[in-house]
């Protein structure tokens, strides 16, 4: 393990300018992520829990600051360039699923592949990461609109795994899902923190928080603790 | 969709039919446009009497203009006159137009649809429409009366097209037109003192005759007197044709315009249709970049959607074009070979890369627009 972090925040501040005023989503937040950790991130809603994790995925530019990945700052990227970052780097997990509803649950995982690598995948990769998640062989088929929400999620983390990435976000993975769905997608999480990966994740629930290594609350854009 | 259907369409359609009749026209020039017909009108005063027509020094001064061109030339006199005839029961008026020999072969071979050549002063070629009118064939007997007003019958010896000439000539559909020797003329007519009604010239190459004319022009007309009136005038065919050209390129201007706005409009719709294309597919698109798709995939995919459309469209306008063009072009000129044309057919193509492009180029700007939609906000759209 490296001591550069795989995340790293240097007072990044993010505004939207909004005719009723300015909104600071995130006000001068240091944070920082080590390889391996696996980091929950909790605050009431509108506290800019998701800006944060759109600007670690490099998603989103802040207003200011210095975002580093690798101890590469993001800053100056041009937009290809992060392109290529997010699709090296970063795995998205969100709270909608975000599956693209014309593709079956196989061809949403090898969607990454293919555009990483511009042909078909024969290693069998697609089948063993569903299978992992727990997607039987019968359900790959299956459009997501055919599939319950926790299988939607599993396919879902499949497809943030498919380009192996440094590292997870995962924004309230288990927002739409009842209690016993939740607990099958936070031990495959687990079970992917245990394997070495670095994961942040964001929820709202303190039992989901329980997994982690370390909880960071923010509150009106500002990390409390 | 529709305007890229009816775009096309009108490119093509309108293309079709202007190349087709560019070409009969052309096929018109090399079948017809050949030549110079020369007639006087001086008055010459012969015995006391005054009458009209080209003497031989004035066929020789032709042919000495005409040569000084070219020699690559069929010189004829030919004498022409109305006479009453016969065709079974049906009367008709007809103009009787004698050539001389070199000249009557020339005219007639090329158009001639069965028979052949007349010779002597009984046959006659006559024209395929007045044939088919009065249900004449090969061998058919036209009566009429000689220049004593004797009884006397022709005998159909062969049937032709009509061409631009004949059209210039006959004037009106009701007259019929009776080609046939000098000969022919002298025994329904008689002779005119030794004066000839009308010079022909007659070349291979269409673009001779204005030089050749102005040469005519020039020796016959140049020398006139101060206050007299031109010896002679010459009617050019080309120039008939010429005209209907001029008349064509303004069409084609027209139909440029037509096209032209018809596409417009059609690339107006393309836009619209893409934009909602990329506001129904925001969410997507978010998604799409959030998991590594590069802003010019996004952009690359809609400009082949706007591509797939623009072909798709394309396509069925030109077939609709390949349909409706032909008609009109047979409505207009009788005739389907025209469609064969390279010019014509060249369309078809053309059509459809016009098409697309225009697609392209409209779709340009909603695939600009969906590719650097910001992935969070196009996320959190529904
Ligand atoms: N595109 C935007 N335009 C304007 N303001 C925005 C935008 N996105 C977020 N905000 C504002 O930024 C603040 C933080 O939003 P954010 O989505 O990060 O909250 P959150 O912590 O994820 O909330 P939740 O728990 O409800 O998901 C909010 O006040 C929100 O109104
Ligand atoms: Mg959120």
Redesign the interface.
Known sequence: MTDVPVVELHDVTKVYRMPAGDVYALNHVNFSVKKGEFVAIMGPSGSGKSTLMNIIGCLDVPTSGVVKINGVATTDMSDDELTIHRRDTVGFIFQKFNLISLLTAYENVEYPLLLRYGRQDHSERVKKLLNMVGIPEDRMQHTPFELSGGQQQRVSIARALANDPTFLLCDEPTGNLDSKMSLQIMEILSGLHKEGRTVLMVTHNPETAEYADRTIIIKDGEIVS | MIGIIIGVFTICALGMVGAGLQENINDTIADNANSLMISSIEEKHIDGNVVRGLSEKDINDIESAVKSVSSNYTIAVANSGYKNVKAGRDNAYAMVLGISDGGLEKVIKDMLEVGTVPKGPGSVVILSEYAERHNLHINSRLSTTNALGEPTTLRVVGIMESSTMTKMMAMSQDICLLFGTLDLHRNLLGTKDNLYGMCMVIVDDPYLLKPMANAIERKMNGKAYKDSDDKVTITNSFDTIDSLNDVLDMISIFRIALSSISLIVAAVAIVNVMLMSVKERT??I????????????ILQMFIYEAGIIGFIGALIGVILACIAGPIVLYMMTKSLSLMLAPSVFCYIPIGILIGVAVCVLAGLYPALHAANL???DA?ATD
Not at chain 2, 286 to 297: A, E, P, V
Request: charged share 35%; proline share 6%; no cysteine.
């Open positions: 969410r997507e978010g998604i799409l970049r959030s998991i590594r798709t590069f802003k010019r995939q910001n992935p969070v996320m």
